[in-house]
């Protein structure tokens, strides 16, 4: 037990030690840094922080410009997506969801609970569009039958 109390209390000098050991050279190198500057190098450093605090605020609004643009191109995409029609749209159909499901596997999770389910929807709904459909066919077959029929009576 004194053996690991002893590791501890090594680990945490060594961590102290490192902490005062950057600690004092980052202060060291800061102050020579600026203390060994020559005027030249003032000057330098005087500018580059002045243009950068010029020319950040122009910088930004030109991003945000660009953004803004970005933004306005993808909601007008989207809203062209969304006008378009299509041709089965035009005729009233409605789209019946792909059968991804698979009849053969034998066990059952709780993913699958709603599987049979899924399944008795998409049959109920090809069955009624198929009515539908079967229904607007006789009707225009009995217009065109009404149409030729004029012309033989008439």
């Known amino acids: 037990m004194s053996e690991l109390f002893d590791l501890v209390a090594h680990l945490f000098d060594s961590v102290n030690q490192l902490f005062t050991l950057v600690r004092d050279r980052f202060s060291h190198n800061v102050t020579e840094s600026f203390s060994s500057m020559t005027p030249k190098q003032w000057i330098r450093l005087v500018i580059i922080v002045g243009a950068y605090a010029l ?31 299509s041709p089965n749209q ?18 059952t999770t709780a ?18 569009l198929e009515a539908e459909e079967k229904r607007l066919q006789e009707l225009q077959e009995d217009e065109e039958d009404k149409d030729i029929e004029q012309y033989l009576v008439g």
């Open 55 to 85: 020319l950040r605020p122009y910088i930004i609004k030109m991003g945000a410009k660009h953004q803004e643009k970005q933004l306005e191109k993808q909601f007008k995409e989207e809203e062209e997506r969304q006008t378009q029609i």
């Open 111 to 128: 993913s699958d609970w709603g599987k049979k389910a899924r399944k008795r929807q998409r049959n109920v709904l090809k069955k009624m």
């Open 90 to 107: 035009l005729r009233g159909e409605i789209g019946i969801p792909d059968e991804s499901d698979d009849d053969e596997q034998g066990e």
